[in-house]
């Protein structure tokens, strides 16, 4: 049993409250709750957007993880640096689009990349460009949604950020580290350990328990799950707190499929056995995949416009009124509504008050070191 | 005659003669092998690569035991290497085994230094043999051989190709030490995977010029395996100590949920041809590619720095000695000219001094005549001044006299009258 099962019964449920009303309409029954099938009816039609980022080293398989995600091809003419090129590389951001459909809906799918991230030999500041794309992606929905004309506003905000962490290590690396708390107010990170199948199940419990030490001792604000309502079911609650405990996500992916105990599943394969991307003892792919696209998306997309995004404005705001009430200036790019400005007789009224305000400040200083100084003697 | 004789011999070829019965110095490799054991070997590795990467892991499984080591964290502020030196024993061969770790290698975030420590201790320990070989009274037999021979470079198994910082440091060694470049942590790339990545990493250290070490093919006994070897670089290890039950042996091995990953197997890892490659058929090589190669490169440069050379201009061979012999009487007649200078110099000195002296003399030979003219004319003075006083002392005497004869003569003279 799991989250797919129970939002389709959900979703069967809604469909079957429409056969009910037609025929019970003389029963004393407004109606309105066939509203849940009434959004769900104009959101198939309107199509759904998601923006995912992919950040880390190269090597680390994100490429492939995509790949075994949205179970399409979306890196097909890659080209690979060599190590001697990539020794001054500078990060670069791609971004790649998809429209994907599945039981009629729509949805448009961009994938940002960040290859050359890590790379260099010299990686200082290696997650600024990442930044600047974020904030201009911010800037220009900012800019559209104070626009006249909203119809069609083009929502490019990043979503969802996966970021992956090498499993050769003991844990978190300085630029990890760097790179996570350079983003974690602007976009909702996931961490995630790469090739998972590096590692012996004691071994990815440590290193699982080692990186979210270190998130937490470092301060490293990374996407938490919302918690569940207190009516949901017991078996919801206790899956929820798993996927809660099992974070950071241990994942492997996969372009191949292989045969592995009668069935044609993706998978790898190695002389000691094959690895099962879907199967759930051998890494957490089913749990991301779960999370990300099955019952979360849409609680990312809303943490994304609710949190990041008006975080982004208000400081936006701020930073334009403060310019603005310096220079002197009237017009502005943007609609603001103008702060209210006080009156030549209680400005003047408010001057006087703040500097005798000072003053007195200037006088308890002065007493208290005074006092200080007595003690002291 | 003896002298002719003697002549006429060295100017033949030489000549191979066939022996008539077993003579006994086919023993002679023998009383060579007798003569290392009981002295014993040392060997050095030096494992540069991540941490985490499992160099440790593949040091412990590589010798069968348990090296004490602390795992190290990734906020290293530098790169620092870690020499630790173990003794071992396997049959009646003792080792001295030296492993250099490095500790910090590819954390930071400004990674354009990290090469630099490596490099400076290898320089190190090639001029501490400089030092002890130049030396008058040596004892190389008894010296502590710490010269890196072999320097294991791992690669993280990201199976694209090298690392930028992979390239720079390999770059900055292959022309010190014997690289032998592995994939570390081997069992998260396929069979397929693997061997693209095997020939991306060769083909870009052959672009890049990178000389890696080679197995020596030269030799009939080993040049067969040791040329199918070359061709399976870089290796795919995997270390383990733990043992896992396969089947009804122990073994040591990885478990994992969909297998078991056995260290010893060669269709899982090629473990097993770098242990071959590295401790039972290659190592006295390598120690003798460092001595030969490496260490005879390191020396040439250093002693040119200094200014010796092998020709003079005449381009006659000079030998050590006679350049050593030049270079010290140059150094000598130098000493000697600084000593003159030197001397010169404190001559001037002294005479400067001694003038400045005798000025000073004068100076105060004046003064103290200028003092005592002063003192006399003040004495002389003083000398009339007494002279006045007396005179007056002495009139005034002589009136006091007069003044007391007329007074005692008067007093009678008062008396009478007052009789009358």
């Keep these: ?377 | 005659m003896a002298a002719t004789d003697v002549d006429v011999f060295s100017s033949e070829e030489k000549r191979s003669l066939s022996l008539g019965g077993h003579v006994g110095f086919d023993s002679l490799p023998d009383q060579l092998v007798s003569k290392s054991v009981t002295q014993g070997f040392c060997f050095n590795i030096l494992c540069v690569g991540e941490t985490g990467i499992g160099k440790s892991t593949l040091m412990n499984t590589l010798f069968n035991t348990t090296f004490e080591n602390e795992e190290a964290s990734h906020y290293q502020n530098g790169v620092y290497l870690r020499p630790r030196t173990y003794d071992l024993q396997e049959s009646n061969v003792h080792l001295k085994l030296t492993i250099v770790d490095t500790v910090g290698f590819g954390d930071q975030i400004n990674k354009e230094e990290s090469y630099k420590p490596i490099v400076d201790y290898i320089d190190t320990q090639f001029e501490n043999y400089l030092q002890e070989e130049l030396k008058i009274k040596r004892s190389l037999f008894n010296y502590h051989d710490t010269r890196i021979h072999i320097c294991l470079y791992f690669i993280a198994p990201t199976g694209h190709s090298l690392k930028s910082l992979d390239l720079v440091t390999m770059k900055k060694l292959d022309s010190k030490v014997n690289i032998i470049p592995i994939i570390a942590k081997a069992d998260t790339i396929s069979k397929s995977e693997l061997h693209k990545f095997k020939i991306k990493i060769m083909s870009e250290l052959v672009s890049n010029g990178v000389q890696i070490y080679q197995f020596p093919t030269d030799d009939e006994a080993v040049s067969e395996i040791n040329s199918s070897m070359n061709a399976h670089l870089p290796f795919a290890v995997v270390g383990s100590v733990e043992e896992v039950k396969v089947g009804n042996k122990t073994v040591r091995a990885r478990q994992y949920p969909w297998g078991v990953v056995q260290v010893e197997n060669e269709s899982h890892c090629d473990f097993v041809k770098l242990r071959e490659m590295l401790i039972r058929v290659n190592m006295e090589d390598l120690r003798e590619q460092t001595h030969a190669r490496h260490y005879e490169l390191y020396r040439r440069c250093k002693l040119e720095e200094m200014g010796f050379k092998d020709t003079d201009p005449d381009s006659q061979p000079f030998s050590l000695q006679e350049t050593y012999e030049a270079k010290r009487k140059e150094f000598l007649s130098d000493l000697q000219r600084k000593e003159e200078e030197m001397r010169q110099m404190f001559v001037n000195k002294v005479k400067e001094t001694e003038s400045e002296l005798k000025e000073k003399e004068r100076e105060l030979h004046d003064k103290f005549e200028q003092l005592k003219r002063m003192h006399q004319e003040e004495k002389r003075k003083v000398e009339e001044k007494r002279r006045d006083l007396e005179e007056e002392m002495n009139a005034f005497n002589r009136r006091k006299m007069a003044a007391e004869t007329l007074s005692l003569s008067q007093p009678l003279k008062k008396d009478k009258d007052k009789k009358n």
């Excluded at chain 1, 957007?49 to 399409?72: I, P, Q, R, Y």
């Excluded at chain 1, 791609?94 to 991230?117: R, S």
């Excluded at chain 1, 990300?292 to 334009?320: F, G, P, W």
Aim: charged content about 30%; proline content about 4%; some cysteine.
């Design chain 1, 1 to 377: 049993m799991d989250a797919i099962m129970l939002q389709e019964k959900l979703v069967e449920r809604l469909l079957c409250a429409r056969g009910r009303t037609t025929r019970q309409k003389d029963k004393q029954y407004v109606g309105f709750a066939t509203l849940p099938n009434q959004v769900h009816r104009k959101s198939v039609k309107k199509g759904f957007d998601f923006t995912l980022m992919v950040a880390g080293e190269s090597g680390l398989g994100k490429s492939t993880l995509v790949n075994s995600l949205f179970l399409t091809d979306l890196y097909k003419d890659r080209k690979l640096l060599n190590a001697e090129e990539r020794i001054n590389q500078t990060v670069e951001i791609t971004k790649h689009t998809v429209d994907i459909e599945e039981k009629g809906v729509k949805l448009k799918l961009t994938i940002v990349d960040t290859p050359g991230f890590g790379d260099a030999v010299n990686n200082n500041e290696c997650w600024k460009p990442i930044t600047d794309y974020i904030d201009q992606q911010f800037e220009q929905y900012f800019r559209d949604e104070s626009g006249l004309n909203r119809k069609n506003i083009l929502d490019n905000r990043v979503h969802c950020c996966l970021y992956f962490i090498p499993p050769f290590g003991h844990g978190l690396r300085p630029v990890d580290v760097e790179f996570m708390k350079a983003l974690h107010e602007k976009v909702n990170i996931i961490p995630l350990v790469a090739k998972a199948d590096c590692l012996t199940p004691n071994e990815i419990k440590k290193l699982k328990d080692r990186v979210r030490d270190e998130i937490e001792r470092f301060g490293i604000k990374v996407y938490q799950f919302p918690e569940c309502d207190s009516d949901e079911d017991e078996e919801f609650k206790q899956m929820d707190k798993e996927l809660k405990e099992c974070t950071p996500f241990a994942v492997i992916g996969s372009n191949t499929v292989v045969e592995a105990r009668g069935q044609r599943v993706r998978g790898r394969l190695y002389p000691w056995g094959i690895v099962e991307v879907e199967n759930q003892s051998h890494c957490d792919f089913v749990k991301l995949r779960n999370m990300l696209i099955r019952s979360h998306m849409h609680d990312l997309k809303d943490v994304t416009c609710d949190v990041h995004y008006e975080n982004y404005r208000a400081h936006c705001i701020q930073e334009m009124t403060s310019k603005l009430a310096q220079d002197n200036r009237i017009d502005s790019p943007i609609p603001i509504l103008p702060l209210p400005t006080p009156d030549a007789e209680t400005e003047r009224l408010i001057k006087m008050k703040d500097e005798e305000l000072k003053r007195m400040q200037e006088m308890l200083e002065k007493m208290q070191q005074q006092m200080h100084e007595k003690d002291t003697c």
